[in-house]
């Protein structure tokens, strides 16, 4: 083992470096984040290329059409864009028992159809991998499995087996002989990591790696992870909900608007074509404090509901409680109703929540969290099936949002009659059953709502 040569101090959030430890760091003012780590010589090490450093004309470096594999789960390809691009490094992430393990065993049987998978667990012992196996139905011969937490013993099992691609399940249990911490801390995972991305970069293979999250939802271990890695997923959803949404946050090949929808069932992940209706509950559409917003996510349109509860509360200042809703969005929107509205929320609990665990920061979503308030604080329900569209201004106004008809479409086939729409979106005629109700200003959306109810 290489002596250490010196003790820094790592910012486990944004992975600055100090000489002395801190209760805040520096960098990016987190507290408590400075985590101590030993700095061992590796001279060999400094300078490693992939390629060997040398440079050449773009026009002659030699590329491969085919180095996209597809997995064949049709929504986690939409995610990735067309499938895994060999050479990639994956990130996933999600909280505990959300279906990590599973999806990767899923992802790793489709690929060992026609490619040779390695599936490390440093969590799961062999016989609990055959046992998960055995129940999603994934036995295949080119999946080769090993339950291994040690980082070297890994490395020379990839060299062994040479797969196209390898799946470590999770950075945060392994650990390299040659670096005197115990696995999850800074300086394992940012060197296992690094190892191994090295590695799979020079075989040209694919890998994905699962990482935890720490209670704040983040990708535990360093900040320096999430630039290595090409492309980072997250796994969402709701406890007690069978409905998961993979995102990615970055994806160094495809845009990273489109999310993929699985449901989990017995048989593992079942991917879900057609989800635009599953955030929504019929049976509390009619109540005061629900709204139903048509949001655009990538290429597909879902209804979400969103639903306020406003009381008076039972301490000195309201408080605020914000899930699935942007936090800052939701803030804005409350000053903004306080403001314009004249309705004052300072003494009232506010609590905002998207139904099935659904997230999104998407403006368009504005209007629906303002009448949903106000709905929930005068007990006014909207009555019919309408939906509400529409991004609110600092000053109350109306602000169009992208891709119009198309949210109309969505509305038109679930059964909805009507829309509150932005003023400003409507520039010709709009042809569809859905029912048009123009606004301009929140005032202007507010009476509507009333005038809807008389
Ligand atoms: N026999 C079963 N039938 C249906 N669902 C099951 C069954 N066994 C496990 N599950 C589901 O699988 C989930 C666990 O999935 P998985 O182990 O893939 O999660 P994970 O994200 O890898 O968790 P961890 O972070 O603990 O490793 C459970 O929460 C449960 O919902
Ligand atoms: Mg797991």
Not at 306 to 315: F, I, K, P, R, S
Not at 392 to 416: A, H
Not at 420 to 446: C, F, H, M
Request: hydrophobic share 40%; glycine share 10%; aromatic share 6%.
């Amino acid at each position: 083992m290489a002596k250490p040569t010196a003790i820094q101090y790592v910012c486990t959030s944004c992975g600055a470096h100090f000489l002395r430890w801190a209760g805040q760091c520096a960098d990016c003012g987190e507290w408590n984040t400075l985590s101590e780590t030993s700095v061992v010589a590796r001279r060999d090490r400094g300078a490693a290329t992939l390629i060997g450093g040398r440079a050449v004309p773009i026009s002659s470096v030699e590329f491969h059409a085919d180095t996209i594999i597809p997995t064949g789960i049709k929504e986690f390809d939409r995610v990735l864009g067309k499938g895994i691009v060999a050479g990639s490094v994956i990130l996933l992430g999600g909280e505990p028992g959300i279906g990590k393990s599973t999806i990767c065993l899923q992802i790793a049987a489709r690929v060992a159809l026609a490619h040779r998978v390695l599936y490390v667990t440093g969590e799961e012992s062999l016989n609990q991998v055959r046992l998960r196996s055995d129940r999603l139905g994934t036995l295949s011969d080119q999946l080769y499995v090993s339950s291994e937490t040690d980082m070297l013993g890994i490395l020379n099992t990839i060299d062994e087996i040479k797969p196209d691609l390898v799946i470590l399940d999770s950075i945060q249990v392994v650990a390299h002989p040659e670096i005197p911490s115990v696995s999850g801390t800074v300086n394992q995972v940012r060197f296992c990591a690094s190892e191994l991305i090295k590695k799979l970069k020079i075989m040209g293979a694919a890998g994905i790696v699962v990482g935890h999250i720490t209670k704040d939802g983040a990708l535990a271990g360093p900040k320096v992870l999430e630039h290595l890695v090409d492309v980072i997923l997250y796994f969402e959803g709701e406890s007690g909900f069978h409905y998961r949404l993979l995102r990615s946050f970055k994806n160094r090949y495809s845009g990273t608007r489109e999310i993929g929808v699985f449901e989990m069932q017995e048989e593992g992940l079942v991917e879900v074509a057609n989800p635009s209706g599953l955030f929504i509950d019929e049976t509390t559409l009619k109540n005061p404090g629900s709204m139903v917003v048509p949001v655009a996510e990538g290429s597909r349109i879902f209804l979400v509901e969103v639903q306020a509860l406003v009381v008076d509360t039972g301490y000195g200042m309201g408080r605020r409680t914000i899930l699935g809703v942007d936090t800052n969005r939701a803030n804005l929107l409350i000053a903004a109703v306080e403001k314009i509205v004249g309705l004052k929320l300072s003494s009232k609990d506010v609590i905002l929540n998207i139904v099935g665990g659904y997230k999104t920061s998407e403006p368009a979503l504005d209007l629906g969290v303002v009448l949903a308030m106000f709905s929930s604080a005068q007990d006014l329900p909207i009555s019919g099936r309408i939906g509400v569209l529409g991004e609110v201004g600092l000053t109350g106004e109306i602000r169009p949002v992208p891709q119009f008809e198309r949210r109309l479409m969505e509305l038109e086939k679930l059964g909805f009659d009507g829309c509150i729409v932005p003023q400003r979106n409507i520039t010709g005629v709009v042809s569809g059953k859905v029912a048009l109700v123009p606004v301009e200003s929140v005032q202007d959306a507010l009476r509507r709502l009333v005038s809807i109810n008389s």
